[in-house]
């Protein structure tokens, strides 16, 4: 059984950084994608369709990100821990939403985007 369990959000003003955490635990095979997707407030009713996909990376550390958030959110994997990191910075508020730690596990060739295990989600709110 897989878990992800998020930390690190939080309120901060509009410029401000966050660093999100990711603490994965039931992997025992070696390859698997992870990804941090996003949902904005009223949208809970159809959480996969309605999540940015903000940014990912594999087990070979190849990350891709969502236009609207690169230069300023770094993704990175600490396969040894199993953790994952969002560092987010210059936070807008339109980065205000629940950000849930994602898996597609087990991987055995190039990352689909099915992601089979989700963490609870952490809120993030940036205020003007």
């Known amino acids: 059984q897989v878990n992800l369990l998020e930390s690190g959000g939080g309120s901060v003003q509009t410029g401000g950084s966050l660093r999100l955490s990711c603490k994965a635990s039931?992997?025992?095979?070696?390859?698997?994608?992870m990804a941090w997707l996003r949902q904005a407030a009223g949208t809970e009713r159809d959480r996969v369709a309605n999540?940015?996909?903000?940014?990912?990376?594999?087990?070979?550390?190849?990350?891709t990100y969502a236009d609207s958030v690169k230069g300023r959110f770094s993704i990175s994997l600490d396969s040894a821990e199993n953790t994952l990191y969002l560092e987010m910075n210059n936070l807008k508020p339109e980065d205000t939403a629940k950000y849930y730690c994602?898996?597609?596990?087990?991987?055995?060739?190039?990352?689909?985007?099915?992601?089979?295990?989700w963490g609870q989600g952490t809120q993030v709110t940036v205020s003007s």
């Open positions: 994602v898996s597609e596990y087990p991987v055995f060739s190039d990352c689909s985007g099915g992601y089979n295990y």
């Open positions: 039931g992997f025992t095979y070696k390859r698997y994608c």
């Open positions: 999540s940015e996909n903000v940014a990912t990376i594999n087990t070979d550390g190849i990350t």
